[in-house]
């Protein structure tokens, strides 16, 4: 089994918070007595988490791309966090008595750390329920991603399925719109009715979405652009779409 790890206080202190069952060992670097590092201590010390104090070196071969501000947790597997079973997750949900309806954002075969970190960001400041990811050709909850995420990895469930048409299938017989953003699409982010249950589905950098993904969606839109630049990053164009849910739902 290999191992994962998060590295930083305020993605540790979530993950404490959120997941303390996932992880087996604390490490701390040694010498360092602020306070904020002895209250990850203190945390973990009450789910009974073994902690280690090691020098700085240490802790940079544990987390190489991330600053790690003198701690690192060390997780259980690698796909610590990530879950399997959406359709029970989403009926779940459905039977459940809700102030709002569902929300959802997919995204198809999106590869770069900081983009998923950004978009779980936003889906975790917009309420949404889940995000959806396929098994291959996406990155997963690397120690980047949960960096960048600040905590929103560890509060937001990403689900990855094996078979992305299938999901989103599954998703409609729900009762989830499934709404998928391209930049050919004549309809506009605007003019949608995202009141009920949605499912937003954003493309991978720079392809957009696979053309079976684009072909089950029940409707596609665009983000008007006003400039010389034709496309947004995914993260940019997921956040705006996600806050145009927020705001009809308002």
Known sequence: MTEQYV?????VKAALKSSAGEIDCLFVQKGRR???????????GKHAIEVQEVNRATLNELVADVQHQG??????????????????FVQQL??????SSLLLLVLDEVQDPHNLGACLRS????????????????????????????????????FQVSNLQRALSE???????????AGEASDSLFDLDLTGHVALVMGAEGRGMRRLTRERCDQLYQLPMK???SSLNVSVAAGISLFEVVRQRG
Do not use: I, M, Y
Not at 171 to 181: K, R, S, Y
């Open 171 to 181: 998703l409609q017989d729900l009762g989830v719109w499934v709404f998928g953003a």
């Open 34 to 44: 602020d306070t904020r590092l002895r209250d990850l201590q203190v945390l973990a």
């Open 123 to 158: 889906a975790d400041a917009a309420g949404v329920d889940a995000v959806v990811v396929p098994a291959d050709n996406s990155v997963g909850l690397t120690p980047v991603v949960r960096k960048v995420a600040s905590g929103a990895a560890e509060s937001v469930p990403l």
């Open 7 to 11: 590295g930083g206080l305020h993605s």
């Open 94 to 99: 459905l039977f459940e008595e809700r102030d």
């Open 227 to 229: 400039g010389a630049v």
């Open 71 to 88: 701690v690192v947790a060390r997780l259980k597997g690698s796909s610590a966090g990530v879950r399997r079973n959406l359709g029970e």
